[in-house]
T-cell receptor, first 116, second 113 residues
Framework: GDSVTQMEGPVTLSEEAFLTINCTYT??????LFWYVQYPGEGLQLLLK?????DKGSNKGFEATYRKETTSFHLEKGSVQVSDSAVYFC???????????????FGAGTQVVVTP | EAGVTQFPSHSVIEKGQTVTLRCDPI?????LYWYRRVMGKEIKFLLH????????ESGMPNNRFLAERTGGTYSTLKVQPAELEDSGVYFC???????????FGPGTRLTVL
């Protein structure tokens, strides 16, 4: 079945450091890929998405590129801020199976802590 | 526009008791999803409603879990009787169509003692 694997945390960084969170997936066909973020005390928010190979999703300085050849969707940000401290989830949905449409398959989440 | 709301935010119950979680989706969203995150692991899909119908309930762990969405508006998820392994954070999400962005609620943290 479909699955998402992302690097374990916590990841601790200093402000203005470069952030990478690795995410790889297993799925049949061409799923859509997502990064969600959960700030402390809040619900999940969609951070960015990509719906086909080579698409780049971007938002709030974060970027991720849909790489079908490596089945990856790594999240990057060039200069993190304290306010980026959160849990980040990689997810997929869709593909060739109709029963995959809609429901999201998540990774385990990566906690990121940014210190001043 | 109000977002997805969930009630309660926290619930602590003893093993064997019953708990009912509620989700109010964004108005006009036909699609409603329940997910669960247990012990810091991945968030897992539980089920999907389209209006009042269960489109996909393949993620429901067992028959102690009952989800309803009467009238196609809010939804409830009942756990009866609760077991220790049911502890976790239960998220609800809604979307206009199955291919649209899902908007998540803040979650209900359930602790079964």
């Amino acid at each position: 079945g479909d699955s998402v694997t992302q690097m374990e945390g916590p990841v601790t960084l200093s402000e203005e450091a470069f952030l990478t969170i690795n995410c790889t997936y297993t799925a049949t066909g061409y799923p859509s890929l997502f990064w969600y973020v959960q700030y402390p005390g809040e619900g999940l928010q969609l951070l960015l998405k990509a719906t086909k190979a080579d698409d780049k999703g971007s938002n709030k300085g974060f970027e991720a590129t849909y790489r079908k050849e490596t089945t990856s969707f790594h999240l990057e940000k060039g200069s993190v801020q304290v306010s980026d401290s959160a849990v980040y989830f990689c997810a997929l949905s869709g593909g060739v199976r109709a029963d995959s449409w809609g429901k999201l398959q998540f990774g385990a989440g990566t906690q990121v802590v940014v210190t001043p | 526009e109000a977002g997805v709301t969930q009630f309660p935010s926290h619930s602590v119950i003893e093993k064997g008791q019953t708990v009912t979680l509620r989700c109010d989706p964004i108005s006009g969203h036909d699609n409603l999803y329940w997910y669960r995150r247990v012990m810091g692991k991945e968030i897992k899909f539980l089920l999907h409603f389209v209006k009042e119908s269960k489109q996909d309930e393949s993620g429901m762990p067992n028959n102690r879990f009952l989800a309803e969405r009467t009238g196609g508006t809010y939804s409830t998820l009942k756990v009866q009787p609760a077991e220790l392994e049911d502890s976790g954070v239960y998220f609800c999400a809604s979307s206009q169509t199955v291919n649209n962005e899902q908007f998540f609620g803040p979650g209900t943290r359930l602790t079964v003692l």
